[in-house]
C-alpha cells in the first residue's frame, strides 16, 4: 500500500460523500417527516443521472418520458379536481372514465409519434451544442419534480384519505418499491441495461494542491451539495416552511388542528427531496461520466447507510455519516479492493442498528412504530 | 413436460419456497428485506457440502441447518430493532452477505461457483408442495395463531401470555431455513451459482410477492407468488404471440404499475382472513364468523 496516495483518497472519499449527502438528506426528510423509507430516491437519483447522460448524447426521446410524467400529473390534478367538485356521483364517474380515457389517447399519441426527437432537434439549435448541459439539468429537474407528486399522491395522500394515518402502514413503502420497479424499467426498456458513457461536458478542469489532485467539477459540486443542504437546514430552522414542516414531523395529527396545511405541504417535502436526489444524480453524471439503470440500488443505497450512522430525520446527521461512508467505501476499496467495499459499509449499518439504532445524533421517536 | 413448462414451473416453485420464507417473518408483523443474504447461504453452503463428496440429499438439510443457526443467532440483535430499522438490518445484513462470499475465493468468490449434483423437477416440485403443506399446518399451530396475534398487536398479544420474542425468532429462523432450502435448490438445479443473481432486487420482489399476496393466511404467499410469477410471463407470451413487442419490454412497468394500484385498492394483499373464511363457509356463516378485517402488516 501507497501511503503518498492517502491525502488524495481522503478527498476522493469527500467529493464522493457530496454525492452520498444530498441522497441521504432526501431520504431523511422523508423518513423524519411522514416516517416511511422511501424508495423511489434511489429510483429518482438513477432516472435524473440518465436523462442527464441522454441529454449530453442527444438522445431527444428523453423528452417524451418528461412529457408522460407531465401528462399523469396532469390527469391526476384533474382527477384530484374532479373529486372536490359538487357534482352528482353519475357525473363524477362519466368524468373520471373520460379522463382515463383522454389519458390514454394522449399516451398512446406520445408513445406512437414520440416527438420528443424533434422537440429537442429544436431545443439543442435554440441554446447550442456548449449549452447542452443546461438543458440537461432542466430535463432532469422538470421531470423529477413532476414525478414526485405523483408518487406523493400514491405513497401517502391517496393512502391518508382512504386509511387514516397511513404512515403507520406497509404501504407507503410497497407503493414507493412499486414506483422503483417502473423507473428503473423505464430506463431499461428505453435505453438498455448496459453502461452508458459520456464525456463530462466541462473537460479534466483541475488543479494541483500540494500531492493532492482537485477536479474542478467535482469540488463545485461539493461545494454546491453542502451549500444546497446547508441553505436548506436554514429554511428548516427560519422560515414558516420550515417551522410548518418540522410540526408536521413532530406530530402528523396536531399538526392540522394548529392551522398547518398538510396536503399543501407534504407535496412540497416530496419535491424537494426529489430535487435533492436528481441534484445528486446531475452531478453523478458529470463527475463520474458513467451511469446504468442500477446505479439507484448500487449507489443510492448506499446513502441509507450514511442516513443511518447520522441518525434518521436529523439534516446535519444525514450530512455527516455521508461524508463518513464516502470516506469509509473510498479508503476500503483503496486498502483491500474493490469487492470488499460492501462489507465495511453494510456491516458498519448493521453494527450501528443493533448497537445504536437511533444512529450518532437521532432523534428516538423516529421509526419506532409498527408500519 | 415441454422444457418451456418445466422451467417456469421450476422458477414458480422457488419463488414460491422464497416467498413462504418472508412470510413467516411478515406473518408475524416484521418486514424482512434480507432474502437474498439468506438464499445466498443456502445455495453456497449446500454446493459446498456437496463438493465436500457429501450427496445432494444430506447437503440441502444441512444447508438448512446452518442458515437457521446463522438466523437464530442474528435474530436476538436484529429482532431489537422494528419498523424502518428492521427493514434496513436485514437489507444490510443481505449485502454484508454478499459482500462476504463475493470475497471468498473457495467460494469462486466473483467468478461464481459451479454445483455438482442435479436436482430436476421431479426433486423441486414435491419439495414445494411439501413446504406449502408445512406452512400451512403451521399457521394453523399454537405458534402460527401467536403469530398472527403478534402481527395484529403485539402489546395485546404480550398482554394474552404469548411469547412474543420466542415466536419471533421462531417466524426468522424457520423463514431462513425454507429460503435456504430455496437457494440450495436454485443451486442444484441450474449447477451454477454467483452472488449477482441474489441481489437487492430479489429482495423487493420477494417481499412484495408476500406483501401482495397477503400476509393475513397461508393462501397469501401461495398467489401472490404465482400470481406475479405468472402474470409477466404470461404477458410475454401474449406479446409474442400478437407480435406486439412493447408489451414484453413494458411488462415490468406494468408490473410496477400493479403494485401501486393494488396498495390503493386492495391493501391487505390479494388474499385476506376475511375471504378465506368467507370461501371456507360459502352457505350460510358468512360476515358472523368472519374476522374483523385487519390492516396490513
Given at each position: ?298 449507489v443510492a443505497t448506499v446513502a441509507i447507510a450514511g442516513m443511518v450512522l447520522g441518525g434518521l ?24 479492493g474493490a469487492t470488499f467495499k460492501k462489507i465495511p459499509i453494510w456491516g458498519l449499518l448493521l ?21 | ?134 406452512c400451512f399446518i403451521l399457521m394453523s399451530t399454537r405458534l402460527g395463531l401467536a403469530m398472527r ?149
Amino acid at each position: 500500500m501507497d501511503l503518498s496516495q492517502l491525502p488524495q483518497q481522503i478527498v476522493n472519499g469527500l467529493m464522493l460523500g457530496g454525492v452520498y449527502v444530498m441522497v441521504a438528506v432526501a431520504f431523511t426528510l422523508i423518513i423524519g417527516m411522514l416516517n416511511f423509507l422511501n424508495f423511489t430516491v434511489p429510483a429518482l437519483f438513477m432516472l435524473a443521472a440518465v436523462l442527464m447522460w441522454a441529454i449530453l448524447e442527444g438522445h431527444g426521446i428523453a423528452l417524451d418520458l418528461t412529457a408522460i410524467a407531465v401528462l399523469l400529473v396532469l390527469a391526476m390534478m384533474v382527477a384530484d379536481r374532479l373529486q372536490q367538485a359538487r357534482l352528482p356521483a353519475s357525473v363524477k364517474t362519466v368524468g373520471a372514465l373520460g379522463l382515463v380515457a383522454g389519458a390514454c389517447v394522449f399516451l398512446w399519441l406520445i408513445l406512437s409519434f414520440k416527438p420528443g426527437p424533434a422537440v429537442f432537434a429544436w431545443l439543442d439549435g435554440a441554446v447550442g451544442a456548449s449549452g447542452r448541459w443546461l438543458l440537461g439539468i432542466v430535463v432532469a429537474f422538470a421531470t423529477v419534480a413532476v414525478l414526485s407528486l405523483l408518487i406523493e399522491r400514491f405513497t401517502y395522500r391517496y393512502m391518508k384519505a382512504k386509511y387514516g394515518d397511513a404512515t403507520e402502514h406497509a404501504l407507503p413503502l410497497v407503493s414507493s418499491l412499486g414506483f422503483l420497479i417502473v423507473i428503473e424499467h423505464t430506463v431499461i426498456s428505453t435505453w438498455g441495461s448496459d453502461s452508458l458513457t459520456t464525456e463530462s461536458p466541462f473537460g479534466n478542469a483541475s488543479f494541483e494542491l500540494g500531492p493532492v489532485l482537485f477536479s474542478v467539477p467535482q469540488l463545485l459540486s461539493l461545494i454546491l451539495s453542502l451549500a444546497i443542504v446547508f441553505g436548506l437546514s436554514v429554511m428548516l430552522k427560519t422560515t414558516k416552511l420550515g417551522r410548518a414542516l418540522r410540526s408536521i414531523a413532530e406530530r402528523p395529527d396536531t399538526a392540522p388542528l394548529m392551522g398547518v396545511e398538510v396536503s399543501r405541504i407534504v407535496p412540497v417535502v416530496y419535491v424537494i427531496a426529489g430535487l435533492l436526489c436528481a441534484t445528486a444524480g446531475i452531478l453523478f453524471t458529470i463527475n463520474y461520466t458513467t451511469v446504468d439503470a442500477y446505479i439507484g440500488d448500487t449507489v443510492a443505497t448506499v446513502a441509507i447507510a450514511g442516513m443511518v450512522l447520522g441518525g434518521l430525520g436529523n439534516v446535519w446527521g444525514a450530512i455527516v455519516g455521508a461524508m463518513l461512508i464516502g470516506m469509509v467505501e473510498v479508503m476500503s476499496i483503496y486498502m483491500v479492493g474493490a469487492t470488499f467495499k460492501k462489507i465495511p459499509i453494510w456491516g458498519l449499518l448493521l453494527l450501528i442498528l443493533i448497537v445504536r439504532p437511533t444512529g450518532l445524533f437521532g432523534h428516538t421517536a423516529i421509526g419506532k412504530g409498527k408500519f | 413436460m415441454s422444457g418451456y413448462l418445466e422451467s417456469q414451473l421450476i422458477i414458480l416453485c422457488l419463488n414460491v419456497i422464497y416467498a413462504y420464507g418472508i412470510f413467516l417473518p411478515a406473518a408475524s408483523g416484521q418486514l424482512n428485506l434480507g432474502a437474498a443474504g439468506f438464499i445466498t447461504i443456502g445455495a453456497y453452503s449446500s454446493a459446498w457440502i456437496n463438493a465436500s463428496g457429501a450427496p445432494m440429499y444430506i447437503a440441502i438439510p444441512a444447508s438448512m441447518l446452518f442458515c437457521a443457526a446463522i438466523a437464530f443467532t442474528i435474530a436476538f440483535p436484529i429482532l431489537r430493532t422494528r419498523g424502518v430499522y428492521m427493514v434496513l438490518a436485514t437489507f444490510a445484513f443481505a449485502e454484508v452477505v454478499a459482500g462476504l462470499i463475493i470475497n471468498l475465493e473457495f467460494l469462486g468468490a466473483a467468478a461464481g461457483y459451479p454445483v455438482e449434483s442435479h436436482a430436476d423437477y421431479l426433486v423441486v416440485v414435491p419439495v414445494t408442495v411439501l413446504v406449502v403443506l408445512l406452512c400451512f399446518i403451521l399457521m394453523s399451530t399454537r405458534l402460527g395463531l401467536a403469530m398472527r396475534s403478534i402481527h395484529d398487536d403485539e402489546a395485546v398479544a404480550t398482554l394474552f401470555g404469548v411469547d412474543v420474542r420466542l415466536a419471533k425468532v421462531a417466524a426468522f429462523t424457520l423463514g431462513a431455513a425454507l429460503m435456504s432450502l430455496g437457494g440450495a435448490l436454485y443451486g442444484h438445479h441450474y449447477n451454477y451459482i454467483e452472488t449477482q443473481t441474489f441481489n437487492v432486487l430479489l429482495s423487493i420482489y420477494i417481499l412484495l410477492y408476500v406483501l401482495l399476496g397477503g400476509t393475513q393466511t397461508a393462501w397469501g404467499p401461495l398467489v401472490g407468488a404465482a400470481f406475479f410469477t405468472v402474470v409477466p410471463e404470461a404477458l410475454r407470451q401474449i406479446a409474442t404471440a400478437s407480435g406486439h413487442a412493447w408489451i414484453a419490454d413494458s411488462r415490468f412497468i406494468i408490473f410496477g404499475a400493479i403494485i401501486v394500484l393494488m396498495m390503493v385498492f386492495r391493501p391487505e394483499g390479494l388474499v385476506t382472513r376475511t375471504m378465506v373464511d368467507r370461501a371456507a363457509t360459502p352457505f350460510g356463516g358468512g360476515r358472523s364468523g368472519a374476522a374483523p378485517a385487519a390492516r396490513a402488516a
